[in-house]
């Protein structure tokens, strides 16, 4: 296996070359820690289990982690902690490869970089994506969420989400009610400094203005971590599903708010030299497991490990030099849910 960094127009971009004879396994949305009224919904026992085996096999020499594995985005550091404790233990052991491919739930961990003093087994974290060369065929792997309208609508801002996690598990880290008498007393400073100072001139009118944000934000920060399981999945997101045909989430790869956005971002990367011919592409962030070959190239989506309505989870995607494996961990062994031979292989 060789690694290391093309450099090209858009910045370094991680590629990984695996030989013949080496594989690799793609695993995405796993959501550790995450919870909906009271009930775990992440499958973390279940995901032990599986690295377990994985960690065995002699084939395997690429862990690919294709994001959301943490939920920095809604789910309590503590329950994080408690889900994710037996599979980073299972990890933590490995001299395999992994690389680890930030999520929107888990953007916060692409700037982590971390390498092993004994040469082997390091994490290499990238915050988009990453070309993996298996046998001299290119394979582009991605969350997926890039490919989101939700997401593209807004640009960057849904980036702000991660910060506002870290401030608000910071105010949840205080004593009792303390974080609430807080952010209270915050807001309550605004309403007195509102009502006691005029601002006489643009300048003053603009420092007011970030005054302002700074002493609310406590307070409406605490409101929405409370809050944000019922509006976004109780609301915005069921709305969003009825009126927005181009969101992603539980769409397969064949429907056109898929294929689309990701077709043109197929065709800026292969525009760049250091690429050129992209021969698959594997992704999660709909959470459907799906494994298709069209027009020469080969597309899949790893699927889950939480409870997801009817579609299967534990399921991850297998690529070998010939090969490409759609599979799923099912009562403590691995399925195969489909396998496409790769074209001219």
């Known amino acids: ?19 013949e004879a080496e594989e690799a396994i793609a695993i995405s949305d796993t959501h550790l820690g ?36 943490f939920d920095f985005w809604s789910a309590k550091v503590g329950d994080i902690i408690r889900s994710a404790y037996d599979p980073v233990k299972v990890l933590v052991g490995s001299d395999k490869t992994i690389v680890y491919v930030a999520g929107n739930h888990d953007r916060i961990v692409s700037w982590i970089k971390l390498e092993s003093s004994r040469g082997k087994g390091d994490i290499y974290t990238v915050p988009d994506f990453f070309i993996l060369n298996v046998d001299g065929r290119k394979y582009l792997l991605l969350h997926g969420h890039q490919l989101d309208a939700l997401f593209t609508r807004f640009k960057g801002l849904w980036k702000i989400q991660s910060y506002v996690y870290i401030l ?39 420092i007011l203005f970030l005054v302002s944000i700074l002493l609310l934000s406590p307070l409406l920060v605490m409101l929405w971590r409370k809050l944000q399981d019922r509006i976004w999945y109780g609301l915005l997101e069921e709305l969003n599903m009825k009126l927005s045909k181009s969101r992603l989430r539980g769409k397969s790869l064949r429907h056109l ?39 020469g190239r ?5 699927g889950s490990w939480i409870e997801n309505g009817h579609n299967s989870t534990c399921t991850f995607v297998r690529i070998t030099s010939h090969m490409i494996t759609l599979g799923k961990w099912d009562n403590g062994r691995e399925t195969k849910i489909h396998e496409a031979s790769l074209p001219g292989s």
Do not use: C
């Open 1 to 19: 296996m060789r690694i290391g960094w093309l450099e090209s127009e858009i910045g370094k971009i991680l590629e990984v070359e695996l030989t």
């Open 34 to 69: 995450l919870k909906y009224k009271g009930r775990e919904l992440s499958k973390s026992r279940e995901l032990s289990e599986f690295l377990e085996k994985i960690l065995g096999d002699n084939n395997v020499k690429l862990i690919i982690l294709l994001g959301d594995i």
């Open 168 to 206: 608000s598990e910071s105010l949840f880290s205080l004593p009792g009610p303390s974080e609430w008498m807080l952010a209270a007393l915050s807001a309550g400073s605004l309403a007195f400094l509102l009502a006691s100072i005029t601002a006489d001139n643009v300048l003053q009118e603009f």
């Open 257 to 295: 708010s898929v294929s689309k956005p990701l077709n043109r971002f197929l065709r800026s990367l292969e525009s760049i030299p250091q690429i050129g011919r992209i021969d698959g592409v594997v992704l999660g962030h709909t959470h459907v497991p799906e494994l298709l070959v069209e027009e």
């Open 298 to 302: 080969v597309y899949a989506n790893t």
